[in-house]
């Protein structure tokens, strides 16, 4: 997985929102995406090349079509990468702060 890629496609909100649109319902063709934002054409395409680049959109041609799917799989890396480890400490201390209160209150 390379992180940078997909830190660089998730940075952008035009990004984001395409992901957010395939997440919605995927497949979607270019003028499809290219209806929901106001962007030209050629802007979409570049914006969906990034995060092609980065594997967050994989594309299958059908005929003369060409749809595009959201593909979770590096936002979960980044998520288990960069966040699980970093959350996993505050996690334990809410859940025993929990217990324990608990086990307070039970006891008056």
Known sequence: MDDDRVFKALADPT???LLDLLFARDGRTLSELESAVEMTRYGVMKHLRVLE???LVVTR???REK???LNPVPIR???DRWIDKYTERQVT?????KKELESD???H
């Open 93 to 97: 201390a809410l859940m025993n702060l």
């Open 105 to 107: 209150h039970d006891q």
């Open 15 to 17: 990004r984001r929102f």
């Open 61 to 63: 041609r059908s005929g």
């Open 53 to 55: 680049d980065a594997g």
């Open 77 to 79: 890396e980044v998520h």
């Open 67 to 69: 749809f595009h799917f």
